[in-house]
């Protein structure tokens, strides 16, 4: 996408202000092999330097939106990996499927009649 210039649909954000923290915090840190997850030390220190008070819940899921940020930071390094927001079901898998062997079909039967 980057290389055709082109922005990906996005979802849309329900707790902008959720994003806003994670996004000030830094939703990941450096690690010696690459991004890792916010640490809980860091997550303190941002609420005590920043001035705010979280209830524990909001501390517990930008926790796990930064693990989650890191583990697809990781998986969208594969070129054919899906947006992280879509869903698979059995039912899409099934129909991708059947579309995948149809298009090889229809190719060893093109390759059969060209060769």
Known sequence: MAVDDLTPDMPPIRTPWIIDHLMDLGPSEAG????V???WASIDHWQRCSGHDLPPWTSLLLRRLSIDFVAETVRAREPDCPPPWTATSSLNRDEVSRKVTNAFRALMISKEQNP
């Open 37 to 39: 997850p916010i640490s």
């Open 32 to 35: 010696a092999m690459g991004p």
